[in-house]
C-alpha cells in the first residue's frame, strides 16, 4: 500500500507525473546501481585489476529487472545495510565471477553515482518540459502584445500595461531559468568512484584511472576529487529546481487572482464535465492553478533538507545522506508535475480581452492620474501638477465622480488644459510606455539565447 500522496492512484497525478515518478522509483534507483557496478567491473576488467573474463561474464549476466526486489529488501532487513543485500543477489545472480562485483569501491561511491544517473535523466526531463513551458509563453507574449489590461502593485490598480508584458516577464525568467539548468548540468552529472574515504585505497595508483573510465563509461563527468563529503552539487540542482517552481508558483497565483469572479480577465482550460463543487454546481474553480500553485511551498521543504544534508562529519555519515534519498525524489516529482500543469494551463488559457478593458476602466479615469500630472506639469510644475491632480483624484474616489468631470471643473486646470487634452490623456491606450517595445525584445532575447525550439514570426 502506497502511504505518500505521490504515489496515490487517487491522488499522484496532482504531486507528480508517471515518468518522473518511474526515474525515481525503487526499480530505477537499483537498476541505475546496477548499472554503476556493471560499467565498473568493465573497466577493472579492462585495465587488469579483476579477470577480464570475470567482468565480461559480469556485463552479460547482470540484470537488475530479473532481481526481486520483496527478497532483497527481507535480507537488507537482516544486514541493515542498504547496499549489500543488492550485492549479495547481483554476486548469485552473476555465479563465480560475482566474486569480482563492487571490487575497491565504497558503498557511496555506487549510490551516489547511481543517484547521478537518475539527475541525468530527470534533467532531460526538466529542461525539456521548462523549454516547452518558455515556448508557450512566447506564443502567448506575442499573441498578447497589446491586449490592454490594468497593470497592479499592492494588490491595487496602478497603470495601464498588456497582458503580453506580463507574460514577456515570465518567460524572461524561464530564459534564466535554463541558463542556470545548462551552468550546473556539468557539475551535476559527476560521479565518483573512489572508495571508502575517497583516497583510492584499495585500488591503489589505477584509482583514479577506475575511476575516470568507469565514469566515461556512464557519460558523467569525473570530479577534481571525491566529493563523499562535500553534497554541494545537490543543493545546486535544488536551488534552481526551486527558482523553477517558485516562478511557476508565482505564475500559478497571479492567474488563480486574475481569474476571480470580480476580476474574471482569465479563465483556466475547461472541459465537459469538469466539476468544481459537489454541493455548488455553477462553480468553476480554478483546480489546475490551485495545483500550480501549490506545490511550491512542499518542494522549498524539501529543498531545505538538501541543503541541511550539506553538513556532513568527517568523511561521511549517513545522517545527512539519508535526507537526500526523501528529498531529491520530491523535489524532482512535485516539479515535473508543476511543468506539466503550466504547459496544459497556457496552451488553453482563455484570456477575456473584453472584461480586461472594463477593468481599466472601472475607476473612471482615475488609472491615468500619472499621466495627467506629467502632462500637467509640463505647463504648471511637476510639483504643482502633482498636488492639484492629487486633490482631484481624491475628491473622485470618495465622492464618486468621472474623474474627467472634477479635472475640467477644477478652477486652475479648466483654463490651461482642453476637454480634448483630457480624453487623450485618459486613454490608456496612450499610456502603456515601452510594453510593447519590451515584449519584441524579451522574445528576441529569448529566440538568441538558443534555448527555444520553435522558430519565431517572420520579422522578429
Known amino acids: 500500500m502506497s502511504s505518500h500522496p505521490i504515489d496515490f492512484l487517487l491522488l499522484g497525478n496532482n504531486f507528480g507525473t508517471p515518468e518522473m515518478r518511474e526515474i525515481w522509483s525503487e526499480q530505477n534507483r537499483l537498476t541505475q546501481q546496477i548499472n554503476v557496478e556493471v560499467a565498473l567491473a568493465l573497466t577493472e576488467g579492462e585495465l587488469g585489476v ?48 560475482g566474486e569480482y562485483i ?39 507574449a506575442r499573441e498578447h502584445q497589446y491586449t490592454l489590461m490594468a497593470g497592479r502593485t499592492h494588490g491595487m490598480q496602478a497603470l495601464p500595461t498588456t497582458f503580453g508584458f506580463k507574460v514577456a516577464v515570465w518567460l524572461d525568467e524561464f530564459i534564466r531559468h535554463l541558463d542556470r539548468l545548462a551552468a550546473i548540468t556539468p557539475r551535476l552529472l559527476t560521479g565518483n568512484i573512489s572508495g571508502a574515504i575517497s583516497t583510492y585505497a584499495a585500488l591503489g595508483e589505477a584509482g583514479p584511472e ?64 469538469k466539476i468544481g463543487s459537489t454541493t455548488m454546481p455553477h462553480k468553476r474553480n480554478p483546480a489546475a492553478l490551485e495545483g500550480l500553485a501549490s506545490l511550491t511551498q512542499p518542494l522549498l521543504h524539501s529543498v531545505s533538507l538538501i541543503f541541511q544534508s550539506m553538513h556532513v562529519e568527517h568523511e561521511r555519515d549517513a545522517m545527512s545522506w539519508r535526507a537526500e534519498w526523501i528529498a531529491l525524489p520530491e523535489i524532482s516529482i512535485y516539479l515535473s508535475s508543476q511543468l506539466q500543469n503550466a504547459q496544459a494551463i497556457l496552451s488553453g488559457l482563455t484570456v477575456n480581452k473584453g472584461r480586461m478593458l472594463a477593468n481599466l476602466q472601472m475607476q473612471d479615469g482615475l488609472l491615468l492620474s500619472e499621466k495627467v500630472m506629467f502632462e500637467v506639469g509640463k505647463k504648471l510644475g511637476k510639483q504643482t501638477a502633482h498636488h492639484l491632480v492629487y486633490d482631484c483624484a481624491m475628491q473622485a474616489f470618495e465622492k464618486r465622480q468621472s474623474f474627467k468631470t472634477v479635472l475640467l471643473s477644477h478652477p486652475v486646470l479648466a483654463t490651461s488644459i482642453t476637454e480634448q487634452d483630457f480624453d487623450h490623456w485618459l486613454d490608456p491606450a496612450h499610456y502603456t510606455g515601452c510594453a510593447a517595445q519590451k515584449v519584441d525584445e524579451v522574445i528576441r532575447f529569448a529566440l538568441q539565447s538558443g534555448h527555444l525550439t520553435y522558430p519565431e514570426e517572420t520579422g522578429l
Open 210 to 273: 577506475v575511476e575516470r573510465r568507469t565514469l566515461a563509461r556512464l557519460n558523467l563527468n569525473t570530479p577534481n576529487i571525491g566529493w563523499q563529503a562535500a553534497r554541494d552539487r545537490f543543493s545546486e540542482y535544488a536551488s534552481v529546481a526551486v527558482l523553477i517552481s517558485g516562478t511557476l508558483g508565482k505564475i500559478g497565483n497571479e492567474l488563480y487572482n486574475l481569474m476571480r469572479t470580480e476580476i474574471n480577465e482569465i479563465e483556466e482550460p475547461f472541459s465537459s464535465g
Open 102 to 140: 563492487h571490487y575497491g569501491a565504497t558503498t557511496q561511491d555506487i549510490v551516489d553515482t547511481a543517484t547521478v544517473l537518475q539527475l541525468a535523466q530527470t534533467l532531460k526531463v526538466i529542461v525539456r518540459d521548462s523549454t516547452a513551458v518558455a515556448n508557450v509563453l512566447k506564443s502567448l
Open 50 to 97: 579483476i579477470p577480464q573474463q570475470a567482468a565480461l561474464t559480469i556485463a552479460e549476466l547482470a540484470d537488475a529487472s530479473q532481481l526481486n526486489i520483496e527478497d532483497i529488501a527481507a535480507s537488507g532487513s537482516q544486514m541493515k545495510h542498504s547496499l549489500m543485500p543488492v550485492l549479495s543477489a547481483l554476486q548469485q545472480q552473476c555465479g563465480d565471477a
